[in-house]
């Protein structure tokens, strides 16, 4: 069997759950190559502190089977970037599958990847998609055509096994999946905004207010921007 | 509130996961500090070859409120290793929490500090608990006092957040399970011994067999050497 290349991008402020859910999934896939992807081979720093070593970089990287965004607070500012929005619009043309986890979705609307797409992503920034000429879809694991979003943080664990089943056959996936006991059972039923009690709902908004106004007003002058992306 | 500190041992061979799902429950406590411990530092690279940097070392750890120690391959020589079992025996012999995730529990058992408890660990491991003394219990989370011990890899999510809602309070690990969206959807059910497939089981087990044989030669050895240690 070929060598399957797998791609994630990782940059500073990143969620690392978002990453490192689904790579241990990914780097259990035989014949696959797990590369982390950044502008220079030094660490980023995670939004909770933790460091993560790239392998590659923007200009270094293969091309590859699968392209993987994560998300978190640091892709409000990769929306505006123009060498990582030129990567991911490169790569995700003629990769096999497209895909995020969480908030890393808005990178690949920014990248004009989703317009016309049905797609997930974290449940409080669920309104952004639209600016992308996305369907914004409530659901854990998104698949339209060779897009696949997951939902936020662990939805990455989700969608890895999801994927790793199309890269290789449902045994595969579930042997995985038992390696890594995924029989989850949350202690409380705070999960999404459906669930979670009033007041929780209520002090997460209150906490997160600040940058979900900032991810609002940075999608809409990316998504201005993208046609003038695209163009180049 | 005084600052809690959480420290989590890194270790080459170790299972990302392991780490990684309550780390990032951990530091979305308030006033949490959370460390990660190696001997020296210098990355140490995961079984799945991520590296992940320590933020301080065994003898330079302050006191720890919570100790917790992942699992994963890379366990089996800890287990013998007289450096980390005495750090792992000072820490939590005065730790409020003692804790672990997957097989790390096997090295809170060398350390002599599961005896007369109850604990969990990876359901392919469950075994190799008794000969440190405790008690296997096939659940998820097991809490005995102050012991808590997670099932494998993927467990260290629903491990997390008990902790954190008995570090904080229950609506606290509530916002981190929302902020997580931890409301999870598995697209197999494969991830016990008792729901895979037989013949995934099979192919788990076969792939597994030299580990897990090396793992309890080792837990033998250790189990024989843990009055030693206790005296030093």
Redesign the interface.
């Known amino acids: 069997m070929d060598n399957i290349h797998i791609g994630l991008l990782i940059f500073p402020r990143m969620?690392?759950?978002d990453m490192?859910?689904p790579?241990?999934v990914f780097?259990?896939i035989p014949n696959a190559t797990?590369h982390?992807i950044w502008k220079r081979i030094e660490?980023v720093v995670c939004d909770?502190?933790?460091?993560?070593?790239p392998t590659t970089t923007l200009s270094g990287c293969p091309k590859l089977d699968v392209i993987c965004i994560p998300g978190g607070p640091g892709q409000i500012d990769l929306m505006e970037d123009a060498d990582v929005i030129g990567f991911v619009r490169r790569q995700g043309e003629q990769a096999r599958y497209v895909t995020s986890v969480?908030t890393g979705a808005l990178v690949l609307g920014a990248a004009g990847l989703l317009r016309g797409y049905k797609a997930a992503t974290?449940?409080a920034s669920m309104d952004n998609l639209a600016y992308f000429g996305a369907q914004a879809v409530k659901t854990?694991?998104c698949i339209d055509r060779n897009r696949i979003t997951g939902?936020?943080?662990?939805?990455g664990?989700?969608f890895g096994?999801?994927l790793a089943?199309k890269l290789t056959d449902?045994?595969t996936?579930?042997?995985i999946?038992?390696?890594?006991?995924?029989?989850?059972?949350?202690?409380?039923n705070?999960?999404?905004?459906d669930?979670?009690?009033p007041?929780?709902?209520a002090?997460?908004n209150e906490?997160?207010k600040g940058m979900l106004t900032r991810r609002k007003e940075v999608t809409l002058r990316a998504s201005k921007q993208m046609d003038g992306f695209e163009k180049k």
Chains 1, 2 share one sequence.
Not at 190 to 193: E, N, Q
């Open positions: 969620t690392q759950l490192t859910g790579f241990e780097a259990r797990v982390l660490p909770t502190g933790l460091s993560l070593q969480c974290h449940w854990r694991v939902g936020g943080v662990t939805a664990i989700d096994l999801v089943s449902t045994a996936a579930e042997k999946q038992l390696y890594m006991e995924y029989n989850p059972e949350p202690p409380f705070s999960g999404s905004p669930s979670a009690p007041a929780v709902l002090a997460f906490m997160a």
